[in-house]
């Protein structure tokens, strides 16, 4: 005779329990195991790989990274690679698929899912910036189905195994890209942090410690140098990403294909073909010395109209929106604050010259219809006219501009 009251317990247990039966520990183990794997097939496949193709990934890593995507979050490949490059190419314009500085930080927050879905549908997109994606039947097939079958083959094998809580589980795997790629990294990582370089957008580096987000939170680094497949620049930064190419390089099962540039000072020279060489590599961080040094010269004139006793003036107002604006690239200036940052430059010559030498050193790599030996030239005579300037700054910024040198690194 069946013992329906034993039966229902056990089908209740197991509802409850699942075929593991569990600790909590156990279950939060796993979650941050899981997630953690998920970060990694991101930021080594989908963007490192294929996005940039900074790395070339055996066939067997590659295929277990397209397996563990289609499982756990549903993204298709060649939608993902399109929208990220579109980004880079469109960098914080209205074309760019997912910017804070034209969209809003609450909107990434908030609805940055439904922006990449939006533009996922865009065929224009998709046709323009996936190519070199894999299209094998896989893919097509497979990979490329609506994620559903994925993610909700994800959810019953939770369920199966935990019970009632692996529903729980599944709802945070699902949420865990959506929070850190669209809402920390597309969002804070253009809006908030620190800067390496002055990147000719407004990337930042959310963190140094690069294991958060597998590495992606040195967004600043990225984009400074994105064909990359080591995201730390930096001796305090830490690019967890980098680690785990170089364990799988180490097995014949990972090639990186390019690093950052590594410039080094040597003897000061006169500025030569080398020089600049070593300058056009190191452009972003010359340019964020140079940004470090207008907002010191503006800070330094703040307190000089504290100790005036010209707080919240009109003067010290311009000389805070100076600190601000003045080292941006005057693409990323509102037009609106213009007219008050050119009297402000007027009145005063020493900001006025820190712009100019600045405007006039980035020149030298912007200008593509210069020969080599013309820019040299140039380079010469902006090393001598910085440290015939007076301002000690900008003497001490060109003896390292004479002293540097580009090395090739070995990966």
């Known amino acids: 005779m069946i013992d329906w009251t034993s039966a229902w317990d056990g089908v209740v247990n197991f509802l409850a329990n699942g075929l593991l039966d569990a600790s909590g520990w156990t279950m939060l183990a796993y979650l941050l195991v899981t997630t953690h794997i998920t970060i990694v097939s991101v930021t080594l496949y989908l963007h490192r790989a294929q996005a940039h193709r900074a790395l070339d990934l055996h066939p067997a890593v590659s295929h277990f990274f397209r397996f563990w995507l289609w499982l756990t979050t549903g993204m ?36 940055g899912v439904e922006l990449y879905r939006a533009e996922a549908k865009n ?33 019953v094998l939770q369920v199966l195994l935990f019970g009632g809580l692996g529903i729980t589980l599944w709802a945070i795997q699902m949420l865990w890209i959506p929070l850190w790629a669209t809402g920390v990294i597309n969002g804070i990582g253009h809006y908030w942090g620190y800067r390496n370089f002055e990147a000719p957008d407004a990337s930042t580096n959310v963190s140094p410690i ?22 730390s620049v930096k001796r305090f930064e830490f690019d967890i990403g980098w680690g785990y190419i170089r364990l799988l390089q180490f097995f014949g099962l990972a ?3 390019k690093v ?73 200036i509102p037009a609106r604050l213009g007219a008050e940052l050119a009297a402000l430059r007027a009145s005063s010559p020493l900001l006025d010259q820190w712009v100019t030498m600045r405007d006039e050193l980035r020149q030298l790599w912007t200008r593509t219809n210069v020969s080599a030996e013309q820019l040299v030239r ?19 910024l060109s003896v390292r501009v004479r002293s540097a040198r580009l090395l090739p690194m070995a990966v």
């Open 260 to 332: 950052p540039p590594r410039v080094i000072e040597g003897a000061v020279q006169e500025a030569n073909r080398d020089t600049l060489e070593a300058l056009i590599a190191n452009r972003y961080e010359v340019m964020a010395g140079f940004a470090r040094a207008m907002r010191a010269a503006c800070r330094a004139e703040l307190q000089r109209l504290k100790a005036e006793g010209e707080k919240h003036t009109a003067r010290w107002a311009q000389f805070k929106l100076a600190k601000r604006w003045l080292p941006r690239d005057e693409a990323h």
């Open 210 to 231: 690069g294991f958060i987000v597998g590495g992606e939170e040195l967004h600043n680094n990225h984009h400074t140098f994105p064909t990359s497949a080591k995201f």
């Open 123 to 155: 065929e224009e997109t998709l046709a323009k910036y996936s190519h070199g994606v894999p299209n094998d039947w896989v893919e097509r097939n497979v990979y490329s189905s609506p994620g559903v079958w994925g993610i909700g083959s994800l959810l």
């Open 378 to 396: 140039e380079l010469q005579s902006w090393c001598a006219k910085a440290e015939a300037s007076g301002i000690e700054e900008l003497r001490a």
């Open 255 to 257: 090639k990186p294909r």
């Open 76 to 111: 298709v490949t060649k939608e993902w690679v399109a929208i990220h490059r579109k980004h880079h190419a469109k960098c914080e314009t209205e074309e760019d698929p997912h910017s804070p500085q034209t969209r809003g930080l609450k909107a990434l927050l908030l609805t």
